[in-house]
């Protein structure tokens, strides 16, 4: 079965410094590889999305991912860390057997704080 | 912009009521799903619908049944709300590609006491 694992449920950077917030996933075939943010007591907001083309993808906030095939991983990073990052950020692959593929599989959840 | 709007950010029920949690999405979008979060379990999907009319079961569907009558409109009820359906509930959509994402709505806190 096709699963998201994101490593770490908290993590804790000081303002400034880098955001490296860890995904991997399963996928027997190339995958559609997204991550959301959610604020508090938010709904769930797009950072980016990869689909193909170029490995390196540019979201909303500074952020990026690349995916990597030969890891099977999809990492998000900010060089530079401010307050209002904090919150919390998922990791999902699009689904690609007959039973899910209208579907997101999503991780559990990467909580960040940001200490001034 | 694309909206889905959930028609309540917070409610309190009681024990055994028929709750409706309401759903409108203003983009034409033929997927719609229901979620509930909590604290360590992430996004759970109760059911989605990917027409009119026709729906799916997720991975936590009991308790819970959809209604979509409309495009734009998909209804979650609890048939009889219990204590254990206390929960954060999103509302989302998506085109039918499988390369577009999901739009989320603010979500409904609810509360059953």
């Known amino acids: 079965a096709q699963s998201v694992t994101q490593l770490g449920s908290h993590v804790s950077v000081s303002e400034g410094a880098l955001v490296l917030l860890r995904c991997n996933y399963s996928s027997s075939v190339p995958p559609y590889l997204f991550w959301y943010v959610q604020y508090p007591n938010q709904g769930l907001q797009l950072l980016l999305k990869y689909t193909t083309g170029a490995t390196l993808v540019k979201g909303i906030n500074g952020f990026e991912a690349e995916f990597k095939k030969s890891e099977t991983s999809f990492h998000l990073t900010k060089p530079s860390a401010h307050m209002s990052d904090a919150a919390e950020y998922f990791c999902?692959?699009?689904?690609?057997?007959?039973?899910?593929?209208?579907?997101?599989?999503w991780g559990l959840g990467t909580s960040l704080a940001v200490n001034p | 912009d694309v909206k889905v709007t959930q028609s309540s950010r917070y409610l309190v029920k009681r024990t055994g009521e028929k709750v409706f949690l309401e759903c409108v999405q203003d983009?034409?979008?033929?997927?719609m799903f229901w979620y509930r979060q909590d604290p360590g379990l992430g996004l759970r999907l109760i059911y989605f619908?990917?027409?009119?009319?026709?729906?799916e079961k997720g991975d936590i569907p009991e308790g819970y049944s959809v209604s979509r009558e409309k495009k734009e409109r998909f209804s979650l009820i609890l048939e009889s709300a219990s204590t254990n359906q206390t929960s954060m509930y999103l509302c989302?959509?998506?085109?039918?590609?499988?390369?577009?994402?999901?739009?989320f709505g603010q979500g409904t806190r609810l509360t059953v006491v």
């Open positions: 983009m034409d979008h033929e997927n």
């Open positions: 999902a692959v699009r689904g690609v057997n007959a039973g899910n593929n209208r579907k997101l599989i």
């Open positions: 989302a959509s998506s085109l039918r590609g499988g390369n577009t994402e999901a739009f």
């Open positions: 619908s990917y027409d009119v009319k026709m729906k």
